[in-house]
């Protein structure tokens, strides 16, 4: 069911497996998008061996006796579809162990992966095998599988003779949040728990949910999931959008994230995206961090949504940001430059001689507070600009400062 964009007509992985020449895959998506099951329907129409072993269980031990079998095979004229689950919790010399055999035909490898394959896979691996992203089921395809669960005799609960409303199946659809395996354990775990009414068993909504109590939102704290939610508050935050802000902020407190990590994620996007143009906005996420950590849960998240709220509304500017990256990079790609003569302090006689710090202009003591004409990089880099206010919030006034600085150097004959 589902997975449309692979295997209706005329889709790639479709093709292949009509064709009959397989070559090794990787599946990646979330948990009970039909992975497993995919992998045992190529098996059985290519009239392969299955063999599977998962990476939560398993070990070289494992590892080796599978190769061994699908050796076995090969030389008998069998071939062997070897599936891995999880294949990203195998180690790399683990995931090394594949790959003579991957190359030499001893049998076809898939993994089945929940995370990224490019940050959690070898590359020696990702290179021999063709990724294929599994999409999360549509509520079409979870509705599908429930009825065909709800009918079969032999392999569903069609001999319990259950009865779902409308409305009931729309609570299991909702909890399954697209994944298939989640919302057939809701319904077997629903079916035990419903009384027989004559011959049938007429499931409540009330039955379903004391089963669908807990949270069902997908969520990893260390996973895929937790790092496209947060880079998604990220862009809604830089974005100006308030109301996105806020539903990937709850969708991650409702599926179990740390508030502070998140709050100081939210520090950091007021120094990278709003900086300069609105000041206030690092010390109210601040303040917020430290409500957070006064409060806790749940009182002390509303000072983090106020934050989250706040930093999505105020104008943005990214220009400090991008001047710490520019002048990081010139000094890591630059020598040790020596700090000019009259920029040193002179603390005792001996450097007062060698002339430290002469010659430097105390600003305070020059009008308007400037030493028009003043030089402060070392004098082999020459003056630089690395900080472009933009024309947003405060930074409007600071550039405005700035240009006014500047035609006083000009004028004290010093060109920019």
Same mark, same amino acid.
């Given at each position: 069911?589902?997975?449309?964009?692979?295997?209706?007509?005329?889709?790639?992985?479709?093709?292949?497996?009509?064709?009959?020449?397989?070559?090794?895959?990787?599946?990646?998506?979330?948990?009970?998008?039909?992975?497993?099951?995919?992998?045992?329907?190529?098996?059985?129409?290519?009239?392969?061996?299955?063999?599977?072993? %998962?990476?939560?269980?398993?070990?070289?031990?494992?590892?080796?006796?599978?190769?061994?079998?699908?050796?076995?095979?090969?030389?008998?004229?069998?071939?062997?579809?070897?599936?891995?689950?999880?294949?990203?919790?195998?180690?790399?010399?683990?995931?090394?162990?594949?790959?003579?055999?991957?190359?030499?035909?001893?049998?076809?490898?898939?993994?089945?992966?929940?995370?990224?394959?490019?940050?959690?896979?070898?590359?020696?691996?990702?290179?021999?095998?063709?990724?294929?992203?599994?999409?999360?089921?549509?509520?079409?395809?979870?509705?599908?599988?429930?009825?065909?669960?709800?009918?079969?005799?032999?392999?569903?609960?069609?001999?319990?003779?259950?009865?779902?409303?409308?409305?009931?199946?729309?609570?299991?659809?909702?909890?399954?949040?697209?994944?298939?395996?989640?919302?057939?354990?809701?319904?077997?775990?629903?079916?035990?728990?419903?009384?027989?009414?004559?011959?049938?068993?007429?499931?409540?909504?009330?039955?379903?949910?004391?089963?669908?109590?807990?949270?069902?939102?997908?969520?990893?704290?260390?996973?895929?999931?937790?790092?496209?939610?947060?880079?998604?508050?990220?862009?809604?935050?830089?974005? %100006?959008?308030?109301?996105?802000?806020?539903?990937?902020?709850?969708?991650?407190?409702?599926?179990?994230?740390?508030?502070?990590?998140?709050?100081?994620?939210?520090?950091?996007?007021?120094?990278?995206?709003?900086?300069?143009?609105?000041?206030?906005?690092?010390?109210?996420?601040?303040?917020?961090?430290?409500?957070?950590?006064?409060?806790?849960?749940?009182?002390?998240?509303?000072?983090?949504?106020?934050?989250?709220?706040?930093?999505?509304?105020?104008?943005?500017?990214?220009?400090?940001?991008?001047?710490?990256? %520019?002048?990081?990079?010139?000094?890591?790609?630059?020598?040790?430059?020596?700090?000019?003569?009259?920029?040193?302090?002179?603390?005792?006689?001996?450097?007062?001689?060698?002339?430290?710090?002469?010659?430097?202009?105390?600003?305070?003591?020059?009008?308007?507070?400037?030493?028009?004409?003043?030089?402060?990089?070392?004098?082999?880099?020459?003056?630089?600009?690395?900080?472009?206010?933009?024309?947003?919030?405060?930074?409007?006034?600071?550039?405005?400062?700035?240009?006014?600085?500047?035609?006083?150097?000009?004028?004290?004959?010093?060109?920019?």
């Amino acid at each position: 069911m589902g997975q449309e964009h692979l295997l209706g007509e005329g889709k790639p992985l479709r093709r292949v497996i009509e064709s009959g020449h397989l070559h090794s895959m990787l599946f990646w998506g979330p948990p009970g998008t039909g992975k497993t099951t995919l992998a045992r329907l190529i098996a059985s129409h290519s009239n392969a061996n299955f063999l599977s072993i %998962s990476a939560v269980l398993s070990g070289v031990r494992e590892i080796r006796a599978a190769i061994e079998q699908a050796k076995q095979s090969h030389k008998l004229g069998q071939s062997t579809l070897l599936f891995v689950d999880e294949v990203h919790r195998f180690n790399k010399s683990q995931q090394d162990a594949f790959l003579p055999h991957v190359e030499d035909g001893t049998f076809i490898f898939i993994g089945a992966t929940t995370e990224n394959p490019s940050f959690e896979l070898n590359n020696a691996l990702l290179s021999r095998a063709r990724l294929y992203r599994l999409k999360p089921l549509t509520d079409e395809a979870i509705e599908d599988i429930i009825n065909q669960a709800l009918s079969s005799s032999e392999s569903g609960l069609g001999r319990e003779n259950l009865v779902l409303s409308a409305e009931g199946m729309g609570q299991i659809i909702s909890a399954a949040d697209g994944d298939a395996r989640r919302a057939l354990n809701i319904l077997e775990i629903v079916s035990e728990i419903t009384d027989q009414q004559g011959e049938q068993k007429v499931i409540s909504k009330e039955e379903i949910a004391t089963v669908i109590a807990e949270g069902s939102r997908r969520f990893d704290k260390g996973g895929d999931a937790f790092y496209e939610q947060i880079s998604a508050l990220h862009k809604s935050v830089r974005g %100006s959008n308030p109301d996105a802000a806020l539903y990937w902020f709850a969708r991650m407190i409702d599926g179990g994230a740390d508030p502070l990590y998140v709050v100081r994620r939210v520090v950091r996007m007021a120094s990278e995206d709003i900086g300069n143009a609105d000041p206030r906005a690092l010390q109210i996420t601040l303040s917020a961090w430290d409500t957070y950590e006064r409060l806790g849960s749940p009182e002390g998240e509303l000072a983090i949504a106020q934050a989250i709220v706040y930093l999505a509304v105020a104008p943005k500017s990214n220009a400090v940001y991008k001047a710490w990256n %520019s002048v990081l990079a010139d000094v890591r790609a630059g020598g040790s430059a020596e700090v000019p003569v009259h920029l040193r302090n002179a603390p005792t006689k001996v450097m007062k001689e060698l002339g430290y710090g002469h010659d430097y202009r105390y600003a305070h003591d020059e009008p308007d507070g400037y030493a028009a004409g003043e030089t402060y990089f070392p004098d082999e880099l020459g003056e630089q600009r690395y900080y472009h206010p933009v024309e947003r919030g405060m930074e409007i006034k600071i550039g405005e400062r700035l240009k006014y600085l500047r035609s006083l150097d000009w004028e004290a004959g010093k060109k920019i």
